[in-house]
C-alpha cells in the first residue's frame, strides 16, 4: 500500500525557512520515481511547487518557488524533503508530496505557516 508521511511543518515569520520531509512506503523501490511537492489552500487546488527525478539530478520548480525552495531526495531512506527559505505570507498551504505521476493516495500533509 502506498504511502506518504509529511512532517516538518510549523509556524514562521516572513523571511524564515523551514524544510519539510516525506518518506514514502508501499512502492519501493523509491528510485524508479520522479517525486513532486504541491501545496493547497482551502478552497484553492493543489498545485505543483516543484520536482525531482528520479536519481535527484533533475529538478524543477513552479515559478513562486525558483529561487527560494530546493528540492532533494535521499532514495536509500526513501525521503524526499523541500527546503523553504525567504518564506511569505502567500506560501502559507498544506503541503505534500507524491510521486510523478500522482497516485491516487496522499498522505495527510504538513502544515506551513507564515506569519506577516
Known amino acids: 500500500q502506498v504511502q506518504f508521511v509529511e512532517s516538518g511543518g510549523g509556524l514562521v515569520q516572513t523571511g524564515g525557512s523551514l524544510r519539510v520531509s516525506c518518506t514514502t512506503s508501499?512502492?519501493?523501490?523509491?528510485?524508479?520515481?520522479?517525486m513532486q511537492w504541491y501545496r493547497q489552500t482551502p478552497g484553492r487546488q493543489r498545485e505543483v511547487v516543484a520536482a525531482i527525478n528520479t536519481d535527484g539530478t533533475k529538478t524543477n520548480y513552479a515559478d513562486f518557488a525558483k529561487g527560494r525552495f530546493t528540492v532533494s531526495r535521499d532514495n536509500s531512506t526513501s525521503t524526499v524533503w523541500l527546503q523553504m527559505d525567504n518564506l511569505q505570507p502567500e506560501d502559507t498551504a498544506v503541503y505534500y508530496c507524491?510521486?510523478?505521476?500522482?497516485?491516487?493516495?496522499w498522505g495527510q500533509g504538513t502544515q506551513v505557516t507564515v506569519s506577516s
Open positions: 508501499g512502492f519501493e523501490p523509491i528510485r524508479h520515481f520522479g
Open positions: 507524491n510521486m510523478f505521476p500522482p497516485s491516487t493516495t
